[in-house]
């Protein structure tokens, strides 16, 4: 009824304040009904809406600028900044994004995949707000436990230069700090973003330094102030830090959010920070009932809740049952995770050794360092973390682990091309890890290998990654698996013609290749990135045309590798296939991604064919 008149946040603004609330169930609606179809963020967004709704209609958003922290919040704001039909396409190849970028609206003011980053980039905005005499407010809006990230941190510690310009909305969605803590708690909140309070406390502060001892009067009431708030108050931390503090107040009452974001506006002391209380999943049963499951979800059916699920086997899985395994036998592993126990496959492992289970939060850098601790400490930490998020901590990796050998498990899921796109694409570590020296990176190309690699990966008592992507492989879980050997590939098919070397499940992929090409191929599991089995290389590199296939950036990985291990040595016609390194790779289905970058086996046969042919 409403939101069909909604192009632009100036559309919602011409509607009557009663009239958010029936739009917001529009929304919900809208929302539900896409991430059912396409897959995505929908606790968070479900929780959302009434807050979102609010902020536009109070701040004359994009002058005044929104940055979401994380950006898996944004769908409201996607919506009715004129993408609403857009939004129907979401993390679809060429529709919409699932996280914010300034290249798909104005309205976004910045890209938004990574948790921690939107204080400090608020209060860049709000200090070059202040350099050009402008008025306008940056507004982070923080949630789904981003506030324990160390970034956000270090923003909270700078940012009082913010001063009036910089707002801060903790989205408290029971992923973050606190709850409401009651009656007295609303009413002074009320009082305290009033225009009358703040307009008589300036006032009153001004007669009062025109009196006799005027600053031990001011530090004594001052503190009485503090007292009132500190007793009452969850926000003593954030006035300690020179953060003005309101809230906690409910994030679903528009009455209140517009009561307060109106005063807020007003204000000309800050930076404020406004503490709202809000529920994932909130309008839609399922998710709210068990909002970690519908946090991301692949799609679902809208009628029953019951999330699309191929009934495979995965390397989360995988792992997750190695883990326990390893953990049942040896009392000293502990297992550690950055906020995704579920997603890394520790769920059960939380439930059946919750004395060795960490869960750090958001928090990746201080998830490795804690590993090296426990490590130091002579214990033996598996640290599970998505590839794309281990980028944040990789410093972490050399200084605190390699440098001191320590027995330290990384296990990344999620490496390779994921469907949210360019934030979240495991597709770069390896450009720094395979540098690193005396670290060990194996890739395994089924569930059964990773479990056999994890338990080899123990015996070797020093730093190793195990990278995998999401979801599983096409081997079936009961195949034999070769014994490891350190530094050693694996020669998967024997044949005279082109030798294709393959990094992990794209293994899979190479066997096709080779049947595609029929030309007697070689095909060879590098099952290590590092130590590379540079002699096998070289060996059959000669007079022989060397294929690579990787789910990697043509930098830093498989490809590097190769090139590294044949530079000085005899050998033939050498052709690498994997993401392209000179541009971020978009979201989307990865099977559609695969298509448009020359990725599918038909596709690599083919170019492969041409260049074979002219050689």
């Not at 200084?399 to 091309?417: E, M, N, S």
């Not at 950036?553 to 000179?582: K, T």
């Amino acid at each position: 009824m409403y939101l069909e008149k909604i192009n632009s946040p100036a559309d919602l603004r011409k509607l009557p304040p009663e009239a958010l609330q029936v739009l917001s169930e529009e929304i919900r609606d809208v929302i539900i009904d896409t991430v059912s179809q396409n897959g995505g963020h929908l606790g968070a967004n479900l929780g959302t809406v009434e807050l979102i709704l609010a902020l536009h209609y109070v701040f004359d958003v994009p002058a005044d600028s929104l940055i979401f922290d994380v950006g898996h919040q944004a769908y409201t704001h996607k919506i009715i900044t004129g993408r609403k039909e857009f939004f129907r396409t979401l993390r679809q190849q060429d529709g919409c994004a699932g996280f914010p970028h300034p290249n798909e609206s104005k309205f976004d003011s910045t890209v938004s995949g990574h948790a921690g980053t939107a204080i400090s980039t608020a209060l860049g905005i709000a200090i070059a707000n202040i350099r050009s005499n402008k008025a306008n407010k940056a507004i982070a809006i923080v949630g789904d436990g981003s506030l324990n990230c160390g970034i956000s941190l270090e923003g909270l510690n700078h940012a009082r230069d913010g001063r009036k310009n910089l707002i801060i909305i903790l989205n408290d969605n029971k992923m973050s700090i606190s709850r409401n803590v009651g009656g007295m708690a609303r009413h002074l909140n009320r009082i305290i973003s009033g225009g009358f309070y703040n307009r008589f406390k300036t006032g009153a502060k001004r007669l009062m330094f025109r009196l006799p001892r005027h600053k031990t009067l001011h530090k004594f009431i001052r503190r009485i102030e503090d007292l009132i708030k500190y007793l009452v108050l969850p926000g003593a931390i954030f006035e300690e830090l020179g953060i003005r503090y309101i809230g906690p107040i409910d994030g679903h009452s528009l009455p209140d959010l517009l009561h307060h974001l109106n005063n807020i506006k007003s204000q000309q002391s800050g930076p404020i920070l406004l503490h709202v209380i809000t529920e994932k999943g909130h309008g839609y049963e399922h998710a709210k009932k068990n909002p970690a499951k519908y946090h991301g979800v692949p799609g679902f059916c809208k009628a029953t809740g019951e999330i699309a699920s191929s009934g495979k086997s995965t390397f989360s899985g995988a792992f997750g049952e190695a883990v326990c395994a390893l953990a049942k036998s040896h009392p000293e592993v502990h297992a550690i995770t950055a906020a995704m126990t579920d997603g890394t496959g520790l769920s059960e492992f939380s439930r059946l050794y919750w004395n060795r289970f960490h869960d750090v939060g958001i928090a990746e850098e201080h998830a490795v360092v804690f590993a090296a601790g426990l490590a130091a400490a002579g214990e033996r930490p598996v640290c599970a973390i998505y590839a794309t998020f281990m980028q944040r901590a990789l410093d972490c990796i050399y200084h605190d682990v390699v440098l001191a050998r320590l027995p330290v498990i990384f296990a990344l899921d999620r490496a390779g091309a994921v469907e949210d796109g360019p934030t979240h694409h495991g597709i770069y570590d390896l450009g720094f890890l395979r540098a690193l020296p005396g670290l060990t990176i194996i890739a395994p190309r089924s569930e059964a290998e990773l479990k056999a690699m994890f338990d080899y990966a123990y015996t070797l008592a020093r730093p190793v990654v195990i990278r995998y992507p999401r979801g599983g492989s096409a081997t079936p879980i009961d195949a034999p698996v070769a014994a490891p050997e350190e530094g050693k590939a694996e020669i998967v098919r024997e044949g005279s013609g082109p030798v294709i070397w393959a990094m992990g499940v794209e293994t899979e992929t190479a066997l096709k290749v080779s049947e595609l090409l029929n030309l007697d191929c070689c095909v060879i599991s590098a099952r290590f990135i590092a130590p590379f089995d540079a002699a096998l290389a070289q060996k059959l590199a000669v007079n022989r045309v060397t294929i690579s296939i990787e789910d990697h950036v043509l930098s830093g990985g498989l490809s590097s590798a190769l090139d590294d291990a044949l530079a000085d040595c005899p050998h033939g016609r050498v052709l690498h296939f994997g993401w392209p390194s000179d541009r971020p790779i978009p979201h989307g289905k990865v099977s559609e991604l695969r298509q448009k970058f020359g990725l599918t086996a038909q596709a690599i046969a083919d170019q492969a064919s041409a260049n074979i042919a002219n050689s």
